[in-house]
């Protein structure tokens, strides 16, 4: 019962509660009216009957008595208008005697019926004796209207009387019992209604206190909770399973409660998580930042490597040019050669100055070949220093190693361009020997000149193609330093570019850091 009283809202409580006392008003208001209808029809009863039986048989006894003054008037009439009017009286009092006991019969009289015979009885032997009685006084016989009133009327009347006195007396008893019993019945009336009303007040004492309580104590909880909550304490429930107002405000807190805290806790998760990752993130960029920073140093290593590259491929480029110009003073004096094999013996000396300068040459292109030699070499181990800086770089590098691989196989071109030099060369030396002993012994292989000059021409052509293909070379090698310096510059630029970020990640997440502390911090301030 409590239980679906509780989930009452609270307008239907109130209706509830006043309807109880109303109808309690109402109840209390018609015993009232019942107690105060049965006290009227008391009051009614004693008006009615108890009162008026006493009345009229009080004045059936006066009635009696004024028929006996009437007899006396008759008697002592001085004439006989007198007497006529004294008759006249006598006559009508009788007829009101009889009306008074007719009434007094019909108002529910308490005496029995045998006062009522007794009274009947007497009076009709009074009224017997009347008609003699008026006879005497009319004749002037008094004597004999008072011997006769004394024998024969005075007693049925003094029976009369001593009836009508009994009646009377029971009537009187009767209307005072009647009194009493309306008085008990008032008294009764009070009390059932004094009761009725007490019965009343407390239930509506009980009613307002088991509605005030309804309402009062679950918002007595809510408030507590909220007061907590004030507090920061998200850990405390309402609690209620009310169906009414209040239960269900309870219930929207208590999911309101849950949610915040809810929220509050992965707030603090994620905080906790954020401080973390901003600690890991500031290492991050601080090994990303010394990470940019080797890399611009060797980034600056590399580009000084690549001008040193780019300055030795200039110097072979002279060589080779120079090469050239040796081969096209061979191809000169090899066709001088010709052109005097007629007269050799008096060019011999000449052919043997000649021979000297091709030997002189020889050397020096064998030279220049080892210096193409070693700037091949050095090419090759700085294209492979190339390719693990390259390596190092990561995604910035891969350009710079597709280069720093075109550079070594242009290194191991050249070396390969050497070597055939070196052959071409060594067999220009053994030509010049051979030439040497040719002037030596001139006589003996005059006839071979024109034959030592064909080859020696063939091999200065072919000496001319391959300094060209190296001069070609070393041009392709020249431009691929360009490149590879241009590379090297722009991933020294990214690696600036990426220390510069590293240092504004490392603020950004000692930034985030911070907030999260103080997210933590507020957070921190709630139980949940």
Known sequence: MLHRLADLRIAHKLYLGFGVVLALLLVVAGLAGLRLAQAQGDLDL????????????????????????????????????????????????????????????????????????????????????????????????????????????????????????????????????????????????????????????????????????????????????????????????????????????????????????????????????????????????????????????????????SEQVTASISTVAAAGEEMTAAIAQIATATADASAMASNAVAAAGQAGGAIERLGTSSREIGDVVKLITSIAEQTNLLALNATIEAARAGEMGKGFAVVAGEVKELARQTAQATEEIVGKVSATQGDAAAAAAAVTQIGDVIGRIDEVQATIAAAVEEQSATTSEMVRNVTEISTGSGQISASIASIAAGAEEGRRSADETSSTASSLAQTAGRLQELTGRFTL
């Open 46 to 305: 004693l008006a009615s009957s108890g009162l008026g039986s006493v009345e009229t048989s009080a004045q059936t006894s006066t009635k009696l008595l004024q028929v006996r003054l009437d007899l006396a008037n008759i008697a002592l009439s001085p004439d006989a208008s007198a007497s006529a009017q004294a008759q006249e009286a006598l006559q009508a009092d009788q007829a009101a005697l009889d009306e008074q006991w007719r009434r007094y019969l019909t108002t529910s009289p308490a005496s029995s019926s045998a006062q009522q015979e007794e009274f009947t009885a007497a009076l009709a032997t009074y009224r017997a004796v009347l008609p003699e009685l008026v006879q005497r006084a009319e004749a002037g016989d008094l004597a004999g209207f008072v011997a006769l009133r004394s024998e024969a009327a005075n007693p049925p009347a003094k029976r009369s009387f001593a009836a009508l006195d009994d009646i009377v007396t029971t009537e009187a008893a009767a209307a005072t019992t009647m009194a009493d019993e309306g008085r008990a019945t008032f008294r009764a009336s009070l009390a059932v209604l004094a009761a009725a009303v007490a019965l009343a007040a407390v239930l509506a004492v009980g009613i307002a206190v088991v509605v005030a309580r309804s309402v009062t104590r679950p918002l007595a909880r809510v408030v507590d909770v909220m007061g907590a909550v004030a507090h920061g304490r998200l850990d405390r429930r309402v609690g209620l399973t009310a169906k009414d107002e209040v239960g269900r405000l309870g219930t929207a807190t208590d999911a309101s409660l849950e949610a915040l805290a809810g929220t509050l806790r992965q707030v603090r998760e994620e905080s906790t998580a954020l401080t973390a990752s901003s600690g890991t993130l500031t290492t991050v960029s601080t090994l990303m930042a010394s990470g940019a920073e080797e890399s611009s140093s060797q980034s600056q290593v590399v580009s000084a490597a």
